[in-house]
C-alpha cells in the first residue's frame, strides 16, 4: 500500500509540473493595436520562435486570407497607430506591408491611409538574438483596416 501511495503522490507531483510549465506561454508574445484610446488584438500570422532549448513554428495565410471574412478595425483618414508588443523584449527588425506593399513606419507606429477603404496588414518583426534571455524568433501579426472618410465619423 505504501508504494501505491507514493507512486500515486509522484505522479501528481510529476502532472503539476507538467502543468505549470506549460501553463507559462511558449512562443511570440502577443501585439495590440492602439488607435486614439481603443486597444484592439492582431491576429497572429506565420511564426517561428525558439528559446530554452525549445522551437515551434505555425504557418498561416496571408492577411488577405486570413481576414477576408472578418470585419476590419474602423479608423478615420490619417490616424496614427501604434502596436503595442506584451514583452519586454523588444525585436532586432521590423517590416509593415500594406496589402503586399512595404509602408513606411517610424518604430511602432504609423498613420492610416487618407483614402478611404480596406487595407490588409502585416507587420512582421524579427528577434536575431537575444542571448540574455536565449530567445530567437520572428512573427507576423495580422490586421485589416476600414479607412473612413469625415462622412463616416
Known amino acids: ?6 507512486g500515486f503522490i509522484a505522479l501528481i507531483i510529476f502532472i503539476m509540473a507538467g502543468c505549470t510549465a506549460s501553463g507559462t506561454q511558449f512562443g511570440p508574445p502577443k501585439a495590440m493595436l492602439k488607435i486614439g484610446t481603443e486597444t484592439y488584438e492582431t491576429t497572429l500570422g506565420s511564426y517561428c520562435w525558439s ?9 498561416a495565410a496571408g492577411p488577405e486570407d486570413a481576414l ?17 508588443l506584451q514583452t519586454d523584449l523588444m525585436p532586432d527588425r521590423t517590416e509593415l506591408t500594406q496589402n503586399n ?3 513606411q513606419s517610424a518604430s511602432f507606429q504609423f498613420e ?9 496588414y502585416s507587420w512582421g518583426m524579427w528577434w536575431m538574438s537575444d542571448k540574455e534571455n536565449d530567445v530567437t524568433g520572428d512573427v507576423f501579426y495580422l490586421f485589416k483596416l476600414e479607412v473612413i472618410g469625415d462622412e463616416g465619423v
Open 112 to 120: 492610416a491611409p487618407e483614402v478611404p477603404g480596406i487595407y490588409y
Open 51 to 59: 528559446g530554452n532549448g525549445h522551437g515551434v513554428c505555425a504557418d
Open 1 to 6: 500500500m505504501g508504494k501505491v501511495f507514493s
Open 101 to 103: 506593399k512595404n509602408v
Open 68 to 84: 477576408e471574412n472578418e470585419p476590419g478595425i474602423q479608423v478615420p483618414a490619417g490616424e496614427e497607430i501604434v502596436i503595442e
